[in-house]
């Protein structure tokens, strides 16, 4: 890993380490949540992307940077609420995130390249865009649905799946389909898939 890249991933991990929350990693050991989910993209996009550059690298590594900083209660509790909420994160990560690429010595092109790709600007026409939104969701279905399926019925999670496989490619759909899913969420995945089928079958 060249040294500029380990730099900033370093930098993204030990603002992450300040998360008071905890979640259980996979060997059963406590992590910060945020330091966990930018280590759970990191390890997806290798999968899914194999070939992914440094800016790339970095985006998905700071897709939640310091989240917990700006709480959803800090915003109303509705549709146009969480739409500003989740705006101003991303306007956030991308500007603290380019903040450590230049203390790392990336140059302007690659710095404004990630704060798009972490603003998620052209979803469905740029492939980093979209590879990161993928990345994003196949963590949420493999390490997050089974506990936001908690107290919400069917059709409510079917709903959710449904949105979150629109806004994934094909190649994510194909990723998806292989994740190792708790029965109950490949379930509810699979309804959600011939939900879509049946939306986008012609006629």
Not at 71 to 84: I, Q, V
Not at 132 to 151: I, M, R, S, T
Request: one cysteine or more; hydrophobic letters at 45%.
């Amino acid at each position: 890993m060249a040294a500029r890249l380990h730099a900033v991933l370093a930098a993204i991990d030990a603002a992450n380490a300040a998360d008071p929350s905890r979640v259980a990693r996979e060997d059963g050991r406590e992590a910060p949540a945020a330091l966990a989910y930018g280590e759970r993209m990191s390890e997806r996009l290798a999968r899914f992307r194999p070939d992914a550059d440094d800016v790339l690298q970095i985006a998905c590594r700071a897709q939640h940077l310091e989240r917990w900083k700006l709480p959803r209660s800090d915003y109303p509790m509705d549709r146009k609420g969480y739409h500003a909420w989740r705006n101003e994160q991303k306007r956030r990560h991308a500007e603290r995130v380019s903040a450590m690429m230049a203390d790392a010595g990336y140059g302007e092109d690659d710095i404004a390249r990630c704060a798009a790709i972490v603003r998620k600007e052209g979803i469905k026409r740029d492939a980093d865009a979209q590879a990161l939104e993928d990345v994003a969701c196949l963590v949420f279905l493999e390490h997050h649905a089974l506990d936001f399926a908690a107290g919400r019925d069917e059709e409510q999670l079917v709903d959710i799946l449904a949105k979150t496989m629109r806004k994934m490619s094909t190649e994510g759909h194909a990723a998806a389909g292989a994740l190792p899913l708790a029965d109950g969420v490949r379930g509810l995945l699979e309804t959600a898939a011939r939900r879509i089928a049946t939306e986008n079958a012609p006629g």
